[in-house]
């Protein structure tokens, strides 16, 4: 008997159709990330031995944490073994509320989410504490953006270990160069509804669970970010640069913090002699103004 989707398809044959037409290397077939049902734990494993660990996405009315509001929050909670494997998953949150600052008409054409729809709504905060309290980890794809606005709401945010997917991977070595959330999952063959938190949460899930083609050992994603969240960072700031050198600052991965007046980035500690080398003889032209500060695993991600 052929196995059905919620849709009356025959999933066996869709599958496939799917094979077929990839053969042919005129397509490629991006699957629809939907829910992900919750899994269970295999009876053989040892509780004792697992990790906790949370995904978070967010939708602001805009891009100042110290201003703006969360409107949309979606968490997806997992525990993963020694060796970043993961070993269950369920939602753990998928909430809206309405914020004291207005949804501007373009957030609101860009998330499809209006005001209308988050009349009277707020969060569970208890619940969405307790998440973050429970962790081992929490999870984002651009976690320099979410981190702050998390941290603002939430005490135990503050004190955790932050994980990005999209630095904290040599996606480079995998011939991925746009790191934007969607282009990592059409990179594993699916995509999803982007602008609502919980999917994206999702995305960033089935993304972490996963191996690159080429990976040591086939390890998982996850245990990449894992390995990679222990080497210490160090920011740089680059004081009183030339207004000269901005593009030269911006090319290399430097971006203006406009609160503190200063252009900046953060990189692996050994990186520093590299960088060192770059700000003085590129930069300041061997009369160096610029500055490192080593991060802490779980100061990495805060607003500066």
Not at 73 to 86: E, L, P, Q, S, T
Not at 274 to 281: G, H, T
Request: proline share 4%; hydrophobic share 40%.
């Amino acid at each position: 008997m052929p196995i059905l989707d919620k849709t009356g398809l025959d999933t066996e044959l869709l599958e496939q159709y799917r094979q077929e037409l990839e053969r042919s290397g005129k397509y490629k077939i991006l699957e629809k990330l939907s829910y992900i049902p919750k899994t269970d734990l295999d009876p053989g494993i040892e509780i004792s031995k697992l990790h906790y660990g949370i995904i978070v996405d967010i939708e602001c009315t805009g891009l100042d944490h110290s201003a703006d509001e969360i409107f949309n929050i979606g968490i997806a909670k997992f525990c993963y073994d020694n060796a970043g494997v993961i070993q269950g998953h369920n939602i753990g949150a998928n909430q809206y509320r309405e914020p004291a600052v207005p949804i501007s008409k373009f957030i609101s054409k860009m998330t499809r989410i209006n005001p209308e729809l988050l009349k009277g709504k707020s969060f569970n905060d208890e619940i969405i504490n307790g998440l973050l309290a429970a962790s081992d980890i929490v999870v984002a794809h651009n976690a320099e953006f979410v981190r702050p606005f998390v941290d603002i709401r939430y005490e135990a945010s503050r004190s955790k270990i932050w994980l990005e997917t999209k630095s904290q991977v040599e996606w480079n070595d995998y011939g991925l160069f746009d790191l934007r959330l969607i282009d990592l999952a059409h990179f594993f063959g699916f995509t999803f509804e982007a602008h609502r938190a919980i999917m994206k949460s999702l995305a960033i899930l089935r993304i972490i669970s996963q191996s690159p083609q080429g990976a040591l050992k086939s390890q998982s994603i996850l245990q990449m970010m894992l390995d990679r969240s222990k080497i210490p960072d160090v920011r740089i700031d680059a004081w009183e640069s030339p207004f000269e050198k901005r593009d030269l600052l911006k090319n290399n991965g430097y971006f203006w913090n406009s609160r503190r007046k200063v252009w900046t980035k953060s990189i692996p500690c050994y990186k520093y002699e590299k960088e060192d080398a770059f700000m003085r003889e590129q930069i300041y032209y061997g009369e160096p103004n610029h500055e490192f500060t080593e991060i802490t695993e779980t100061e990495r991600f805060k607003a500066i």
